[in-house]
């Protein structure tokens, strides 16, 4: 390292490391892996939300998990919570609607609405 | 490359290591491989989160799940549930223990929500052992804006921001600095005092595990303003942990070029020593420490000339605490204003104690200075174990003195506490209730620095010698009249006329624990009597007949057999048999053994 450039470089590799750990605000998707959203496949559309954010390097999109929520017949649900925005839940979610979900909702802001089962305000 | 969805981040100082931190980590990385989702999880270790009273703890990111008291069949459970489901284990989490309230993470809880943390901004956050990670939390930035800087600017920075010595002493850091750099000589060296000895004290031990670059940062911007271009680390071998994690830094800090010629381009150059000290108490001293470091036997020697113009070999040197330069780094970045608008008017920025003794959450803190002692030990601390009532809080270990209830809401800074005839010392805070005795709380310290005591001087060496006797004369019942007066007058001499700060403040806790607790003294020299029923020579155990059950459970744990009965009947000590070691008292289920003054009892 010879510069303060160098420095900054490392940093800015280095930070994608925790920021898991340091992030207050940002986009939270959660997925419904009781044992219903898992035996519907949630499993595997987890991991293709998460290919999908490492394929565009979408670094500000926190991934978490939740429970049943009762709603067992319509697993996998997946949960899209930006600042600000009402909560939304969507139903159904195959890994090639999770990949659309994020191509439309994350990147473009755009809801996809046929796919929502509800919309809860101040999340 | 697949996103990690989650961190795990396993405390890994050394309390929480010695509640085997490393086997549940064995555990979880188990528990993820047969899970599946080794690769969406990231295990890391990390520095001291505080909670030592609560290890070993886990922090689970993005959420920020605070597990706590976790044992390695918990790892299968934390992964089937949380990082599989997203359930949270509640049965993991930490229990406020006056309110039984249950917290999910970790900054809500009142132990770390009320904490203000600049030094251990990296605890549980950073792995330590990854220079990566130091720099991703704009670790090295503040060196290398220093080095934009003159050393002057970089002086009158610190000096501006108020930052006083941590070591004890309170010494204006930028002053130090200052003095150093106009001394004449050279080379000229910087030394970061790690020689932590005060019982019940691990703030140093805990930063150096914890964030080892953010003192390696602080000392070589100290080395920057006094133009020097070595620096020694002074380190217990007590403190196996640090020193490991002290190396592997120094090493990694020297292969991305941050130690060596030519830092980060400039004309700075920079190396850095490991130096271990084998524990002796008086090391912490600065001349002797610096007599350590150049291989001679390790004691003081009469100041002025003082180490910063004539210190190590001779050589204008900067001798500053852990603690103290793991300050630097966020003061060069935020600026002197940002940290002189933290703490009071003399005592600017936080502090760290470490909270030990009679309280619920014993372990590592940073509040700012003016905190109250009634905020630190009912809300940080989380209040008195079983209900009992506060007597008195030790700072500043055996150089220290006591702070009693009523003082409860003094804040805690430099000044007040010298006007109590406390300090606040390296950061050794030793909470005590009515069970304490105070002259045998007098008598512990004193007898450490007693042993401790190099025998250079006589003051120290005879006066710490004398004074233990009537302490212990005392507490054996065989105190007398005058002794209280003796021991003022001998501690008065100590201080005054000893050479170095060890005996200079060995007086400290017997003379301060005189001037709020007299009382006590004279009870036990006039009285013959212990008022918190602790001293082993003036009480006696016996049984209240009307409790007892008759469980036998007395006579079990007796290692003695003095305390005896038959089945059915109540049972009793025999006190010529009795050790008083107190176990039957501490497991008796229904509360029916007593303490009893042995000489009231005569009467």
């Not at chain 2, 524990?279 to 001679?296: H, K, M, W, Y």
């Not at chain 2, 603690?323 to 003399?346: M, Q, R, V, Y």
């Not at chain 2, 104690?353 to 309280?359: N, Q, R, Y």
Request: proline share 5%; aromatic share 6%.
């Amino acid at each position: 390292m010879k510069s303060l450039e160098d420095l900054r470089r490392i940093r800015e590799q280095a930070q994608a490391q925790i920021r898991l750990r340091t992030q207050e605000t940002n986009t939270k998707i959660i997925v419904g892996m009781g044992t219903c959203g898992i035996a519907a496949g949630a499993r595997e559309t987890l991991m293709a939300i998460l290919d999908e954010l490492a394929k565009r390097n979408i670094q500000d999109v926190v991934v978490t998990q939740t429970g049943c929520v009762g709603l067992c017949e319509y697993e996998p649900l997946v949960n899209v919570v930006k600042p600000g925005q009402p909560k939304i839940t969507y139903m159904k979610v195959t890994p090639e609607r999770a990949r659309q979900i994020i191509a439309s909702h994350i990147v473009n802001d755009q809801v996809i609405n046929e796919w929502v089962l509800s919309t809860e305000e101040g999340v | 490359m697949a996103i990690v969805r989650a961190n795990v981040l396993i405390c890994a100082g050394s309390a929480c290591v010695s509640s085997r931190a490393y086997e549940f980590k064995d555990a979880l990385l188990k528990a993820l491989e047969e899970a599946g989702i080794r690769a969406e999880v990231n295990v890391v270790d990390t520095g001291c989160v505080g909670t030592c009273d609560l290890g070993p703890v886990a922090i689970v990111y993005p959420d920020g799940v605070f597990y706590v008291k976790l044992k390695p069949e918990d790892a299968t459970t934390i992964v089937n549930e949380h990082l599989l489901k997203g359930r949270v284990v509640n049965r993991l989490l930490y229990q406020q223990p006056m309110t039984k309230e249950v917290f999910p993470s970790l900054s809500e809880i009142d132990f770390v929500a009320r904490q203000k943390r600049i030094v251990l901004r990296n605890m549980g956050i950073i792995n330590p052992e990854s220079i990566e990670e130091y720099i991703a939390r704009e670790g090295y930035e503040a060196l290398a804006k220093a080095l934009t800087m003159t050393p002057e600017e970089v002086i009158d920075t610190v000096k501006r921001s108020g930052l006083r010595g941590r070591g004890g002493a309170g010494f204006p850091t930028g002053l130090k600095w200052e003095l150093a750099r106009k001394a004449k000589g050279n080379p000229k060296y910087v030394i970061c005092n790690g020689d932590e000895g005060d019982p019940g004290a691990f703030m140093d031990r805990s930063i150096l595990e914890g964030d080892p670059h953010s003192v390696i940062e602080g000392m070589m911007i100290a080395g920057y303003a006094i133009g020097a271009s070595k620096g020694f680390f002074y380190v217990r071998a007590e403190y196996p942990l640090a020193i490991k994690r002290l190396e592997l830094a120094l090493e990694q800090a020297r292969n991305y070029g941050l130690i060596g010629e030519n830092i980060l381009g400039t004309d700075f150059s920079f190396d850095i020593e490991l130096r271990r000290g084998s524990g002796a108490f008086v090391c912490g001293e600065e001349t002797a420490l610096i007599a350590s470091i150049e291989g001679r036997r390790g004691e003081p020697r009469p100041r002025p000339p003082y180490p910063a113009n004539k210190g190590l070999w001779d050589k204008p040197t900067v001798i500053n605490n852990v603690e103290t330069l793991a300050n630097i780094a966020p003061i060069i970045l935020n600026g002197a204003d940002w940290f002189s608008s933290i703490g009071t008017e003399k005592s600017k920025g936080t502090k760290v104690f470490a909270l030990a003794g009679k309280v619920n959450n014993t372990g590592l803190i940073e509040v700012p200075f003016g905190t109250s002692l009634r905020e630190i030990v009912f809300e940080v601390g989380g209040g008195i174990p079983g209900g009992k009532k506060f007597k008195a809080a030790q700072t500043g270990g055996p150089s220290g003195g006591c702070i009693p209830a009523e003082y409860l809401d003094i804040p805690l800074d430099y000044e007040s506490l010298k006007q109590i005839g406390a300090i606040v010392g390296s950061g050794g805070l030793i909470i005590m209730d009515e069970d304490t005795c105070m002259v045998d709380v007098a008598r512990f310290f004193l007898e450490f620095t007693q042993s401790e005591s190099c025998g250079k001087c006589p003051p120290c060496r005879v006066g710490t010698r004398k004074m233990l006797d009537i302490l212990e004369r005392i507490i054996n019942g065989e105190g007398e009249e005058g002794d209280i007066e003796r021991l003022i007058e001998l501690g008065n001499e100590v201080r005054q006329d000893s050479l170095c700060g060890l005996g200079q403040t060995a007086p400290n806790p017997v003379l301060s624990t005189i001037r709020f607790f007299r009382d006590e003294y004279e009870a036990h020299i006039n009285e013959k009597r212990c008022p918190a029923k602790s001293c082993r020579a003036l009480i006696a155990y016996q049984v209240i007949p009307d409790k007892c059950r008759a469980c036998g459970i007395c006579a079990r744990v007796c290692p003695v057999g003095a305390a005896q009965g038959k089945p059915r009947e109540i049972h009793f000590i025999d006190k010529n048999l009795c050790i008083k070691c107190g176990d039957c008292f501490a497991k008796c289920p229904f509360g029916a053994i007593e303490k009893v003054d042995i000489f009231l009892e005569k009467s």
